[in-house]
């Protein structure tokens, strides 16, 4: 079955680590996202790529860092810079056509939580 | 700057009866708006998009509004039932590949 898959499902950081977040798709998307969700708050986008070795900066960049080498995988790390970083983590993927907003299939998250 | 306002206490209905979720924004036209059902530790599902153009769109049991005037969606889901009890996510967006996602309405259906 197609879909995205995301490892680990939590994921205990200690201060001063750097910590990187799983992201694989099957879906033959272009597109993928990476979104921070907390208690009461919307998903906020940190980065999205496009195409491969491309990505551009979201909403809330700052502390992380991803890379595109396959159209497959987006990893996330989540770098010391981060102060905050006890959130859940969601990759999501869709196509890329004209019109744009097309739906975006998400993975089931990655719960970070600071040691 | 954009805002987008779901309710944010947790609606409870009976079974059987028809819920309705609203989806509020403002300073900003979307061109689109997206729906999506996200469970307790789970990713979001998509259900439906809606275009500017469309005054209302139906999925079996759900049903969409868009009114570009009030600047508001509201989304229907009749016959409700415990299996749909769940949080609720809309995404109004004006087009291109980035969505904005209001807080999401906790959704509790009740025998």
């Known amino acids: 079955d197609g879909g995205i898959t995301q490892s680990p499902k939590y994921l205990f950081r200690k201060e001063g680590q750097n910590v990187t977040l799983s992201c694989e798709q099957n879906l033959n998307h272009d597109a993928m996202y990476w979104y921070r969700q907390d208690p009461g708050q919307g998903l906020r986008l940190i980065y999205y790529s496009q195409i491969v070795n491309d990505f551009q900066k979201g909403d809330i960049a700052e502390g992380y860092s991803v890379s595109r080498e396959k159209k497959e995988s987006f990893p996330l790390t989540v770098t010391s810079a981060q102060k905050n970083p006890t959130a859940f983590y969601l990759c999501?993927?869709?196509?890329?056509?004209?019109?744009?907003?097309?739906?975006?299939?998400f993975g089931d998250g990655t719960r970070l939580s600071i040691l | 700057s954009q805002k987008i306002e779901q309710n944010s206490e947790a609606l409870n209905i009976q079974e059987g009866k028809t819920a309705t979720l609203t989806c509020n924004y403002t300073?900003?036209?979307?061109?689109?708006l997206q729906w999506y059902r996200q469970d307790p530790g789970r990713g979001p599902v998509f259900l439906l998009l809606?275009?500017?153009?469309?005054k209302e769109k139906r999925k079996e049991r759900l049903k969409v509004t868009f009114d570009t005037t009030l600047k508001q969606s509201l989304f229907h889901i009749t016959a409700s039932q415990p299996a749909d009890s769940a949080t609720y996510l809309c995404?109004?967006?004006?087009?291109?590949?980035?969505?904005?996602f209001g807080t999401g309405t906790q959704l509790k259906v009740e025998l």
């Open positions: 300073n900003y036209s979307p061109a689109y």
């Open positions: 995404a109004p967006t004006g087009g291109g590949n980035k969505l904005t």
């Open positions: 809606i275009r500017e153009n469309e």
């Open positions: 999501a993927s869709s196509i890329i056509r004209g019109e744009g907003n097309q739906p975006q299939h």
